[in-house]
């Protein structure tokens, strides 16, 4: 059962069993975590959650109740006797548009009982660029509330009136915003504590120093005549280090300047 029956959502991840008054608690499909950080999807596809994430240290993390995954069907919040969740658009034109008051419904629901530290973001092709700052960012929040636009879009009174805040996994389109929020809450689940079990693989990888990664190697010692760098096997730390450091700063001035120059601006400014 739910709050409203009408509402159907799904809930992955482990249930915690604690004293209440409320029973019933511990049989609803969205049973209460206390204090693990969780995603809310508004999304038409529920069933292609939790899809990746179930997978790997995020779907392992997702069992152990270190994270909470909650799916709600924005078809339950349609209109007439065909759940109408879309529309025509105003002053006419190509496809469809998210209908205003079926959004509102399911984003009331959504955000029912969350904390003020709960931001409410839709996955759009305008929005500003997923980058490591907005995961550590989320990271930080007690849970996020991701907003799956599916044809044309929403209706913009939506955003406006919700403050939605707009964010896009790059500068192309695609059909949904389903794989978007995935790759959200993938880069956003591995910086909670616990998840990558091994805290400084976060503070190592692209990004955290913002640079692009300096090149990883494994055994063999030679592969098809390429051996592994020498300081690498030499054992000296200091080396090794600043090793890892020229060949992150040389990776990132070739291959992303954008990133190369907030980086010196950021170390002038130091």
């Known amino acids: ?21 409320k029973p ?5 499909p969205t049973p209460d975590l206390k204090g693990a950080w969780k995603a809310k999807v508004i999304t038409l596809f529920p069933t292609a959650f939790p899809g990746v994430l179930g997978e790997s ?26 759940r109408n ?46 980058d490591q700052a907005l995961m550590q ?5 007690d849970g996020v509330t991701l907003l799956c636009g599916r044809f044309e879009g929403v209706d913009e009174r939506v955003l406006e009136h919700y403050r939605i805040e707009e964010v896009s996994l790059g500068d192309f389109v695609m059909t949904g915003g389903e794989i978007a929020a995935q790759a959200l809450i993938d880069a956003t689940v591995r910086l909670i504590p616990g998840v990558l079990g091994n805290a400084a693989s976060a503070q190592e990888e692209s990004f955290s120093s913002g640079l692009l990664e300096h090149p990883q190697y494994t055994r ?33 001035r070739e291959r992303r300047p954008d990133l190369w120059e907030a980086y010196q601006a950021r170390k002038s400014d130091r």
């Open 137 to 141: 960012r989320l990271a930080r929040a």
């Open 57 to 82: 240290l995020t779907g392992k993390a997702l069992q152990e109740g270190l994270w909470q995954l909650e799916t709600i069907e924005l078809r339950a919040f349609g209109k007439g006797r065909h």
């Open 1 to 21: 059962m739910t709050d409203d029956p009408k509402t159907p959502a799904r809930s992955l991840g482990r249930k915690t069993i604690r004293p209440s008054l």
């Open 220 to 252: 063999p010692a030679e592969w098809q005549g390429r051996p592994i760098p020498e300081v690498l096997l030499s054992g000296h730390h200091g080396r090794i280090e600043q090793w890892r450091r020229e060949q992150a700063e040389r990776i990132t």
């Open 85 to 130: 969740v879309d529309d025509t658009p105003a002053g006419g034109g190509a496809g469809m548009v998210l209908r205003a008051d079926v959004l509102g419904e399911a984003i009331e629901h959504a955000m029912a009982g969350t904390t003020p530290n709960w931001p409410l973001i839709y996955l759009s092709p305008r929005g500003r660029r997923m």
């Open 24 to 28: 019933r608690e511990l049989m609803t």
